[in-house]
């Protein structure tokens, strides 16, 4: 493996495709996370814990990769590991990417699989970590989500690589997220954090936030915090378009 700093790409997706606009083979996000690896041909491991492992989710993603030379697998966790050593299979990767879901379920999981430990070993190994929604909440302290209810509930015990919290799909019309995001930071139940709307992500290097980037035009990412008296603030980022 090339050395590479610790790095993190957490994402929003696109829940919904603009109109007009023909979906794309691979997401420009998902490109993008590639890039970070620096090589060619990237080893890539799909991690589809947050939807219990769906076949159609497994399929979906090495589809999406079938015209590259990426070497892309997967792990799966139900109903047991398919790899005899989970942690030597994610230690040799370049790209680890974690689908959403369900991030409740996801952390409940890894940990009965003591993947939590491992996942910190690779990312500070240089593996680049990412992920969209769950895949994307999961590295950061916490933040909020319909893993329980379309009221979204806070999520405070993520495994915190990163020292912010994270609010996802921030613009998307049909769940209050940003009502809810602002609600917990300026409560005090999360540390004030990035959020990101559909389409964009945030590009960690160690835990200092690097870049913001965003395939959607007019999306964008933003730190939310609150002063002493939970007053919240939000503060765009200016994400950098992807061509």
């Known amino acids: 493996m090339m050395s590479r700093p610790p790095q993190i790409f957490a994402a929003s997706g696109l829940l919904r495709l603009p109109q007009g606009v ?27 814990t947050a939807v219990g492992d769906d076949p159609a989710a497994i399929a979906a993603f090495g589809q999406a990769f079938g015209d590259t030379e990426h070497t892309v697998t997967h792990l799966r966790l139900f109903p047991q590991p398919n790899h005899a050593d989970v942690r030597a299979h994610l230690l040799a990767q370049d790209l680890i990417w974690v689908g959403g879901g369900s991030v409740v379920n996801l952390l409940a999981v890894w940990r009965a699989h003591r993947l939590d430990a491992v996942m910190r070993e690779a990312w500070e190994a240089g593996v680049v970590l990412g992920g969209g929604s769950a895949g994307s909440i999961c590295w950061h302290v916490g933040g ?50 990035y959020a990101t709307d559909d389409g964009t992500g ?30 919240v603030s939000e503060r765009p980022l200016g994400a950098r378009l992807l061509a």
Not at 23 to 46: D, F, K, N, Q
């Open 144 to 193: 909020s989500t319909d893993s329980f209810s379309d009221d979204l509930d806070p999520v405070t015990d993520a495994l915190a690589f990163l020292p912010y919290s994270n609010g996802v799909h921030h613009d998307f019309p049909d769940q209050p997220r940003r009502e809810r995001f602002h609600e917990y930071v300026g409560s005090g139940l999360l540390p004030a954090g």
């Open 202 to 231: 945030l590009h960690y290097v160690g835990t200092s936030l690097a870049e913001a980037v965003t395939s959607a035009e007019g999306a964008d990412a933003y730190l939310v915090e609150a002063d002493g008296a939970g007053v």
């Open 22 to 48: 023909t979906p794309r083979r691979r997401s420009l996000l998902m490109e993008h996370a590639v890039s970070l690896t620096g090589v060619r041909r990237a080893r890539i491991c799909y991690v589809p």
